[in-house]
């Protein structure tokens, strides 16, 4: 089963944009379908794109317009590109992989994104 490890996260001017990365290990991306998604204190956890084997996107309406998920499967790797970004982009920003249609799932441990000025 994969292991996975964000890094990119930080503090974010307002209007800014940031890179989150994932590094895989333990396993190779290409058999997952991976994704983000992130929490913000005090509410539930939410769902921000996905990326399937067959590189097909999809991104809830809180990402559409200004995110980007992208996998490079020869370094094991996913990305999150996010422009545009306000106070309320400020969470706990997680990646995630999963063979479809096994029990297989993994998530990390979480990168902390603040954006304020």
């Known amino acids: 089963q994969v292991q996975l490890v964000e890094s990119g996260g930080g503090l974010v001017q307002p209007g800014g944009s940031l890179k989150l990365s994932c590094a895989a290990s333990?396993?190779?991306?290409?058999?997952?379908?991976v994704g983000w998604s992130r929490r913000i204190p005090g509410k539930e956890r939410e769902l921000i794109a996905t990326l399937t084997t067959f590189h097909f996107e999809h991104y809830a309406q809180v990402a559409k317009g200004r995110a980007t998920i992208s996998r490079d499967n020869a370094k094991n790797m996913v990305f999150l590109q996010m422009n545009n970004l306000g106070p309320e982009d400020s969470a706990i920003y997680y990646c995630?992989?999963?063979?479809?249609?096994?029990?297989?799932?993994?998530w990390g441990q979480g990168t902390q994104v603040t954006v304020s000025s």
């Open positions: 995630h992989a999963r063979i479809v249609g096994t029990s297989v799932s993994s």
């Open positions: 333990g396993d190779s991306l290409d058999r997952y379908e």
